[in-house]
Structures are given as C-alpha cells and as structure tokens.
C-alpha cells in the first residue's frame, strides 16, 4: 500500500510520498529518487515547459496570415517532445540539487522534513549520483537544437545553480527562480530561428513576472517556519500586501505577454487565450487566503490553466487565420 501524504501541525501538507501512480509503479527501493525529482508533483515540470510552450507557439504563428501551410503556424511536434522530456529531466535534477543544498533547512521545516535526504533514506553521494544522470538527459535534449541554443541553454547553469542560496540573502529568491523557470521563453524560440528577437524578450519577463506571482502564493504555505530558520521569501516580504503585489506581478505578465503578441504579429484571436488567462489568474487574486495552506497549494497548481489557455490561444488563434477562408 502506497503511503499517503501525512499532515502535521495547523493542517500542513507534509512533503512525504503520496498515492501518485508513480509509487505503485516504481519498486519500494526507487522511492526516494521519485521524492528528490518530484516524479509524483508533475506541477513543477509543467509551469517549467509553459513557456517552452508558449514560445513555441509564438515562434510558430508569427505573422500567420490567410493561405499559410497549417503546419507552418503549428510548433513543431518534436521539439515540443525535446521540450517536455528536458522539463521533467531538468526539474527534476533542479530539485535534487536545491535538496542537496538546503538539507539543513528541510529538517528544520514541517513540510520538509521527511524528504530522502533529511529523513535518511538516501545517502548525499546517492543523491549526486542520481542529480548526474538527470542532467545527462537534459544534455542530450539540448544537443538536438542549434549551436546557438546549446550556449543560450548552458548559460542558464549560473542561474539555476544560485537559486537553493537566494533565500538565505534576498528576499526575492522567485525572482531568481522566475529568471530560471522562464528560461525556456528564449530557449524555444533560438531553437527555431538561431537567434533571438524583442518578442521572446517579452515572454521571458512576462513569465517571470508570472512565476514571482505563483511561488509567492506556494511560498506562503511555509512562511511560519521559513520565520524560525530564516529562510526568505517574497511571502514573507509582501505579508498582507500579497493581493496588491499579485496584481501589478500578474497585471506586468499579461502586458508583456501582450507585447509579445503584438511584436510577433501572431493573429488577433490568440488574445482571447490571454484574456481567459487574466480572468483566471484575477480569481486566484480574490479567492487567496494566505493563511490557508491547502488553498495556496491548490491555487498554485491551478496555473497549470493558465498556461493551457495562453498555449491554446496561440495554437488557435494560428488555425483561426489559415482556416477563415473555409468558414
């Protein structure tokens, strides 16, 4: 029988296994290896491919216009594959590193603490060994594409190796995980054209505005404890003032992302997926309890949405044009 996820005190999600499919399929032994990649949260890989996504899509419908090819507007299949197995790859390495480096902070934390490293059941040089072989599947990923990608892809290293040590210094730590997890915005769209342009610019810093606003919402699921070890955070900076600072985050994304459109030249109806975007990322706004632990988590996993309506707008809105004359 799979163990389910255990409460501790004031209701908080413990972070131990759950009944995910993964746990019923993986041997007892490779338990702990699901644990430190996060095989079972698939909601960390996902927000880490939207913009991937999104950029390919917008690469793709640039300029789309009436007669065009309809696999000429649509992202290619392939690299969208590259793009989903490097996400689970690099995520899930991305987690085994930030465990490796906050091991001291994770005993320390309710939700935490029974992850394989803390709670024993992996050794440090087990956990390296496994952070290895992730990252070796994000490498062959990312020499499928251009030379130029394959640079744009490594110089993300410095980024993703500094996030675990943000929260001990600033209290903007999303910040620099929004510059990591929006990566792919200019990732996707040099693995198409070799270069990049103003339009994925704007979706980079779109997303990071975006990822600010929801792992501010996740962050406040820990802020108690996160006050007693002195770990840092924008839910801890912003406190009562959280609604406002997500309305000029989420308000900044969906301009950029916007601006993005516009400078692309994708088709005008890709902005009903925007505006779908906004009235859900708005209902996350008011609905948000920051003292209800349970909600955050929820709220935050429901991005997911978000990313699914931007992405179909785009996809849409590119089928839209080059199917009008059939209409």
Known sequence: MVQVQTRGKMGKVM???SGHWVYNVLPRRLWPYA???RW????????????????????????????????SVLPSVWHLLLFTIGAIAMRGAGCTYNDLADQDIDDQVARTRSRPLPSGQVTRNQAKIFLVLQCLVGLVVVLQFNWFTVALSFASLIIVAAYPFMKRITDWPQLVLGLAFSWGALVAWS??????????????IGSILWTIGYDTIYAHQDKEDDAL????????????????????????????????FAVA??????????LAAGVHLNRQIMVLDIDNPEQCLRLFRSNNIVGWLIFAGL?????????????
Do not use: H
Not at 62 to 69: E, L, M, S, T
Not at 191 to 204: I, M
Not at 231 to 236: G, L, M
Not at 265 to 274: D, F, K, N, W
């Open 15 to 17: 972070d131990a296994p």
């Open 315 to 327: 996809v849409f809105g590119a089928l839209w044009v080059v199917f009008k004359p059939l209409v």
């Open 35 to 37: 644990q430190l990649a």
């Open 229 to 260: 070890v002195g770990v840092r955070s924008t839910a801890r900076l912003f406190g009562s003032k959280t609604r406002i600072a997500l309305m000029a985050l989420y308000g900044g994304a969906l301009l950029c992302f916007a601006g993005a």
């Open 40 to 71: 079972d949260r698939p909601i960390g890989w996902q927000l880490l491919l939207w913009p991937c996504l999104w950029s390919a899509a917008l690469v793709a419908s640039a300029g789309a216009k009436v007669g065009d090819n309809v696999w």
């Open 265 to 274: 030249e994708v088709p005008m109806p890709a902005l009903a997926g925007l």
């Open 191 to 204: 693995a198409e054209t070799g270069s990049l342009a103003l339009a994925p610019v704007l979706l980079y």
